[in-house]
């Protein structure tokens, strides 16, 4: 069976609600033909509302970047699943190797925040991928295994249906160098031989992130392994990621 391809923008912290709207107003027109693809548009958590409203009835969903895994309570600053979800979100990015690089974010966190996601009824971009240094190492398989086993590994097999995987080598995030179609596809076969250990016949779609331009995104998703993109800096000008969905 063939997985559907999800090209998912990741707008980190950028752009203001006014700016959403500008966005959305140039972007659908160029989208609106694209099938057999599914898009979202994963955005700060305060241009949501411009977000939603502006996508509702087209074929772009909406996400957060991030999530707390408590339904509600005293933790100043943050923001739950259900509050996501009764926003109008879909989905949400979980992971992120700026979360862990500079927020704290541990597999273990990752995880909590992956079930809490699932529980409120989000699906999950969970993000993996190896820094520089580990692969200079020789260790991204090694990196790719411990943070599967310790921030995936624990979900329900019911729960891991509701996930993406996306794999972004943290040395290819917002630094032009993207990783070959080819070493894209072998990290992907070997989260994909975790996922069949632990989850047998469970499908799951992985994701390349890292910077995915209009140019040489055709070439990544010629390779059977890859079901979409993760995209950063080529997601904030609507052209660009228009082109990137249209592949
Ligand atoms: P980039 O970011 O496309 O700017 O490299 C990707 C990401 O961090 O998800």
Redesign the pocket.
């Known amino acids: 069976m063939m997985r559907t391809p999800l090209m998912a923008a990741?707008w980190k912290m950028f752009k203001t609600p006014a700016e959403t709207k500008t966005f959305f107003e140039n972007f659908l027109p160029l989208v609106k033909d694209a099938k057999g693809c599914e898009i979202a548009v994963c955005a700060p958590f305060v241009d949501l509302p411009a977000a939603i409203e502006a996508a509702a009835g087209s074929n772009v969903t909406i996400g957060g970047q991030n999530l707390y895994w408590a339904k509600e309570g005293a933790f100043t600053g943050e923001i739950s699943g259900p509050m996501l979800k009764a926003l109008g979100c879909t989905c949400v990015i979980v992971g992120?190797s700026e979360r862990r690089q500079y927020f704290g974010e541990t597999d273990e966190t990752v995880l909590k925040r992956t079930k809490a996601a699932i529980e409120a009824g989000l699906k999950v971009i969970v993000c993996v991928g190896e820094m520089l240094n580990e692969r200079e190492a020789g260790e991204t398989e090694a990196v790719l295994k411990k943070q599967f086993e310790g921030g995936i590994a624990g979900l329900t097999p019911e729960e891991f249906a509701q996930i993406v995987i996306a794999y972004?080598p943290v040395w290819?995030?917002?630094t032009g160098k993207t990783a070959t179609p080819e070493m894209a596809a072998d990290a992907h076969r070997v989260i994909r031989t975790l996922a069949a250990a632990q989850f047998g016949g469970v499908e799951v779609r992985i994701l390349y992130?890292?910077?995915?331009k209009p140019d040489n995104v055709s070439a990544l998703m010629a390779q059977d392994e890859i079901d979409g993109a993760?995209?950063?800096?080529?997601s904030l000008d609507p052209a660009s990621f228009a082109k990137i969905v249209n592949f």
Do not use: Q
Request: cysteine-free; glycine content about 34%; charged content about 5%.
């Open positions: 990741n992120h972004e290819a995030i917002g992130g890292g910077s995915v993760l995209v950063g800096g080529a």
